[in-house]
């Protein structure tokens, strides 16, 4: 048995989609457990570029199951339409090869009118959600107010439900967000529809699951945004409202964590982060900006552009420790060519002391300064190297430095956003 966890661990779009591409070829099931269409796993296949919400990224390899666990909030409309992208990118995508939790919880229009007026309302100091309803809908599941992927599929529980809940949800857009109430009939008929098409999918995916574990299948568990946005140990109140870390896979699939044998961290060369909240490394001017040009830095959900900064290794550490994360898989080694100097944060100032532990305290993260150490930068392009000796001797030194900092051994490096652009530095089950 070797059923693995890759998780993002900075504040999200590390690559965890390029790199679960990458070693899905030796699992035989990708899940998700947590997020929704907030997520926006890239992948690139000879030239072309898919963007994932729901679906794992293992469905782009043939023969893989992809599972979409009860702790995923599913959009039933962005979850078809990203089904139907992949069918007309040419890949077979049925009820045999894609599995959907009958316990996941369903977006609902509400959750995203909710998400918006709220953000409007804080103004400068809103959250920069990706205004796709994440908040109030795990705001519902847990309030015990839900609607879930077993009633989305059941006409006259989806009725009682929906009546129910929408005399609450329409009194609260219209006398406190100053919103318009949402049409019953219209909705019902909307997500009835919805529940008729995506009811091949569903099924108990907890059970499957288990059942593959016991056959003896390796499952890969893919967490979507990062550490530093999860709603414990994320800079709350600047997170997403789910365990984006590896205990969001226990309780999003429903597998227990004895079967769960490796946690590997997704990280990029240097930090990126979209939405608002501290960011201790985040670099402003020229150089923010140039790191943004050579990495491309948009949101691949909202196309907004990315904070930008350098590496942490106060975050990647305190990531790595929460998580147990074994290996790292770094990103983007290529896009540090041509700077000159390199930095990586080692310790965060405050106050007059060293802090080398993330503080809790968004007050602290936001006033303190980076303490960085520099190195050489290197001129030479990456992106067509085949093994590690071949890069230069200061991005070994880079990765050293990455590797005794953080304390996480790095197992992979990817040197592009296509799938060749990979070299492993170790063996990945040992
Ligand atoms: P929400 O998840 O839409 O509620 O957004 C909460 C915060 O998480 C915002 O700062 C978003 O920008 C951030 N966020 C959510 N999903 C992602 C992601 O997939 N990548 C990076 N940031 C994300």
């Known amino acids: 048995m070797s059923n693995l966890v890759l998780i993002g661990a900075q504040w999200g779009d590390e690559g965890k989609g390029r790199i679960v591409d990458v070693i899905a070829d030796k699992v035989d099931v990708v899940t998700r457990y947590q997020g929704g269409s907030n997520a926006g796993h890239t992948i690139v296949i000879d030239g072309e570029t898919i963007i994932l919400h729901h679906i794992p990224s293992g469905m782009l390899r043939e023969g893989k199951l992809s599972i979409i666990g009860n702790g995923v909030v599913v959009d039933p409309g962005v979850l078809l339409d990203e089904i139907e992208r992949l069918r007309s990118a040419g890949y077979v995508v049925f009820d045999g090869n894609l599995k959907l939790s009958d316990r996941a919880h369903v977006v609902m229009p509400y959750h995203k009118d909710i998400d918006l007026a709220r953000e409007e309302s804080l103004g400068n100091i809103k959250i920069g959600t990706t205004g796709r309803g994440i908040g109030p809908v795990y705001e519902d599941k847990v309030a015990r107010r839900g609607i879930r992927v077993s009633e989305l599929i059941d006409k006259e529980s989806l009725e009682k439900r929906l009546r129910s809940v929408l005399e609450e949800k329409n009194l609260y857009l219209t006398k406190v967000l100053d919103r318009e109430p949402i049409d019953f009939e219209r909705v019902y008929g909307e997500y009835t529809q919805y529940g ?56 999003g ?59 942490d290794s106060v975050a990647v550490r305190y990531s790595a ?27 965060y100032e405050y106050n007059d002391e060293i802090l080398t532990n993330f503080p809790s305290s968004v007050e602290v993260l936001t006033n303190c300064s980076p303490v960085y150490e520099e190195l050489g930068g290197w001129e030479d392009e990456l992106s067509n190297l085949a093994k590690y000796s071949d890069l230069p001797p200061q991005a070994r ?22 799938r060749e652009q990979v070299i492993f530095l170790k063996e990945l089950f040992s």
């Not at 008729?196 to 574990?213: C, R």
Request: aromatic share 10%; with cysteine.
């Open 253 to 311: 699939t429903g597998v227990s964590p004895t079967k769960i044998d490796h946690v590997f961290g997704v990280v990029k060369s240097y930090t990126t982060r979209v939405g608002g909240g501290p960011f201790p490394s985040e670099v402003s001017g020229e150089l923010g900006l140039k790191l943004r040009e050579y990495g491309a830095e948009y949101g691949s959900t909202t196309g907004r552009p990315r904070r930008c900064g350098w590496f």
């Open 397 to 418: 030194a880079f990765l050293d430095k990455i590797e005794e900092t953080t304390g996480v051994p790095i197992f992979v490096i990817s040197l592009g956003a296509s």
């Open 196 to 251: 008729e098409e995506l009811k091949p999918y569903v099924t108990d995916t907890s059970m499957l699951l288990n059942d593959l574990i016991s056959a003896g299948k390796r499952i890969l568990f893919e967490g979507a945004q990062g550490v530093l946005l999860d709603v414990d140990f994320g800079t709350y109140p600047y997170v997403t409202s789910s365990s984006a870390g590896a205990g969001g896979a226990c309780t």
């Open 321 to 347: 420790k929460l998580n147990g994360i074994s290996g790292l898989a770094l990103t983007k080694l290529d896009i540090l060519t041509g700077f000159e100097k390199i930095k990586i944060c080692v310790g």
